[in-house]
Nanobody
């Protein structure tokens, strides 16, 4: 069992930055791939970024590549998403998730989800 709590969301102007954090509890965190997903109003949830269990492999959606960076600290049971050069189209609720495997980029491979944190980017 893994519990996930996101923080760091908020409102920012286009071009600004935010850093999302995800605090995890549970024995399996350090052996789980972790990911960030987002869901905008009226749209389906979409993959944003993923990181492997040891942090050696990452993957990003094309829409955020070069602007967002995912990282993890297994000693602190935390995952971060650094978001730079934010755009209005990045506005969404962002979810942290823990996978049942050591690395995954598709939502159905994730068993545990946080409650989400709102990110709003104004133009």
């Amino acid at each position: 069992q893994v519990q996930l709590v996101e923080s760091g969301g908020g409102s920012v102007q286009a071009g600004g930055s935010l850093r999302l954090s995800c605090a995890a509890s549970g024995r399996t965190f350090s052996s789980s791939g972790m990911g960030w997903f987002r869901q905008a109003p009226g749209k389906e949830r979409e993959f944003v970024a993923a990181i492997s269990w040891r942090g050696g492999t990452t993957s990003y959606a094309d829409s955020v590549k070069g602007r967002f960076t995912i990282s993890r600290d297994n000693a602190k049971n935390t995952v971060h998403l650094q978001m730079n050069s934010l755009k209005p189209e990045d506005t969404a609720v962002y979810y942290c998730a823990a996978a049942r495997v050591r690395f995954a980029t598709t939502g159905h491979m994730y068993d545990y989800w946080g409650q989400g944190t709102q990110v709003t980017v104004s133009s």
